[in-house]
């Protein structure tokens, strides 16, 4: 039996990867289905939750989400983590302060024999305002990360910030911060791949031509999501204040 949950912001919780019924779908399910597929094959079967909320700091999601998934019953065989993109979108954050809450994470969970999974968020720095610092700040935080995961057993690393692939603007949704369906489906084949599961890494024609629509079009985009994202700074409001996660108990998974 495979235990596994998913803790972190809107990039675990799936924005971008929006289902007909106005559902969020994104990679940790795609990875749960995936390994109930794979798994299948042996008679083993698949329980997954999902605790990952929208607009989540790094703190809450390792103080609040992480220990929720341990107090899980039965306790998880694996958890996937990811945090601090949101964190880095804020002025005065510090580097050295989300490494040393990821090692605060990692001690924990592989303490008690979970396996990690740990993700380096998708590089949207191409897309979004003030970009190169963004993607300077997220340089160093993934290679700090990286660097620490050496001293810990049971934990598998997928550099999603590093992949060139994803970068691209046809993997990215319409506010340019979250990936769009085929943006997760990429994420979900790299973390698969990455836990031994044979599986291509899904890519998307090269030759598909990518418009920026020009100046209306920008227009537009500041006035849909730039400009709300920053009311909601100005107001210390998260777009996950008050958001339950979507599943917060152990779900069975079918193929």
């Not at 341990?70 to 694996?78: C, F, N, S, V």
């Not at 580097?95 to 605060?104: C, D, G, Q, R, W």
Request: one cysteine or more; charged letters at 20%; proline letters at 5%.
């Amino acid at each position: 039996m495979t235990r596994y949950v998913a803790i972190g912001d809107s990039f675990t919780e799936g924005l971008g990867d929006t289902q007909p019924d106005g559902t969020e779908r994104g990679w940790a399910d795609l990875v749960a289905s995936g390994l109930a597929a794979s798994l299948a094959e042996k008679g083993e079967t698949v329980e997954y939750a999902n605790l990952a909320i929208r607009g989540r700091l790094l703190a809450p999601i390792v103080h609040d989400q992480l220990e929720a998934a341990l107090a899980l019953d039965p306790k998880p065989t694996m958890i996937s983590f990811n945090g601090g993109g949101n964190d880095m979108l804020r002025r005065g954050v510090t580097i050295a302060h989300l490494v040393e809450l990821t090692e605060h994470a990692l001690q924990r969970a592989t303490g008690t024999g979970v396996h990690m999974v740990v993700l380096s968020g998708a590089d949207p720095a191409d897309h979004i305002p003030f970009g190169s610092t963004f993607r300077r700040r997220g340089e160093e935080l993934t290679a700090a990360v990286a660097a620490i995961l050496p001293r810990y057993d049971n934990v598998t690393f997928v550099d999603c910030f590093r992949d060139r692939e994803l970068r691209r603007g046809d993997y990215w949704s319409a506010d340019r911060l979250h990936l769009n369906t085929n943006g997760h489906r990429r994420v979900a084949s790299l973390v698969l791949a990455g836990l031994g599961h044979a599986t291509a890494a899904h890519i998307l024609d090269p030759s598909t031509p990518t418009s920026s629509g020009g100046l209306l079009a920008e227009a537009r985009y500041y006035g849909q999501h730039v400009l709300p994202w920053i009311n909601r700074r100005l107001r210390g409001r998260s777009s996950g204040d008050n958001r339950d996660p979507k599943y917060a108990t152990w779900t069975p998974i079918t193929t």
